[in-house]
């Protein structure tokens, strides 16, 4: 659980749970990195990743921008999200106690794991952006990149000290998937139906 909701969470915004776990290591005892992970607390190692994320939260909050943003974060996001869940699920945390144990004869499931589901989570935020921009007039960008911000902090929270909780995060996640493609549906419906009477008018 810890580390599918730190790859969902990378999927929203590939720093926030590489920076969230990094800095909690370093400046709490709530989280213990293994010595293979322990540069994410490196100082160096947040504060770019604390630049990166500055760029991403003011990139991802300007229509067309934001979709340019999505593009490039096509290759980064997964990548982020194999790095969580390979960090994550091998690290010591308040309520997980040595969970690497079922990992150690294959190191690249985790890994690969992470980026799947970073990758899907990507993709319901990359298709339901340009929903928001079209239907707001581009108004809705702040609010959604906000809304997936606040998202991708509290998934990394839960899944680093209440890691069963990720359970409900990922239940949400899958209620906005499925009002995604209802809408994508309903859009591209209406779109058909608008073709079909202009063609209609012109015809008469």
Same mark, same amino acid.
């Given at each position: 659980m810890t580390g599918t909701g +730190?790859?969902?969470? %990378?999927?929203?915004?590939? @720093?926030?749970?590489?920076?969230?776990?990094?800095?909690?290591? $370093? @400046?709490? !005892? /709530?989280?213990?990195?293994?010595?293979?992970?322990?540069?994410?607390?490196?100082?160096?190692?947040?504060?770019?990743?604390?630049? +990166?994320?500055?760029? !991403?939260?003011?990139?991802?909050?300007?229509?067309?921008v934001d979709h340019v943003n999505d593009v490039v974060q096509t290759f980064v996001r997964p990548t982020a999200g194999g790095l969580a869940f390979g960090a994550g699920s091998s690290a010591e945390t308040v309520t997980v106690s040595d969970p690497g144990a079922f990992f150690t004869t294959h190191q690249?499931?985790?890994? %690969?794991?992470?980026?799947?589901i970073a990758l899907f989570v990507h993709g319901v935020k990359a298709a339901a952006r340009p929903v928001v921009n079209v239907s707001t007039a581009g108004a809705g960008a702040p609010v959604a990149s906000t809304a997936e911000d606040l998202g991708s902090v509290t998934m990394s929270l839960l899944a680093l000290l209440v890691p069963v909780l990720v359970l409900v995060g990922l239940a949400l /996640?899958?209620?906005a998937t499925v009002q995604v493609v209802r809408r994508r549906r $309903?859009? $591209? $419906?209406e779109r058909a139906q608008l073709s079909g009477s202009g063609s209609r008018h012109l015809s008469v």
């Open positions: +730190l790859a969902a969470s %990378a999927g929203l915004n590939a @720093y926030i749970p590489l920076l969230t776990m990094g800095a909690l290591a $370093r @400046y709490t !005892e /709530l989280v213990d990195l293994p010595a293979g992970w322990s540069w994410l607390s490196n100082g160096w190692v947040l504060t770019i990743l604390a630049v +990166l994320l500055a760029v !991403e939260v003011v990139a991802d909050k300007v229509p067309v690249w499931v985790p890994i %690969a794991a992470g980026v799947v /996640l899958g209620w $309903r859009r $591209r $419906r």
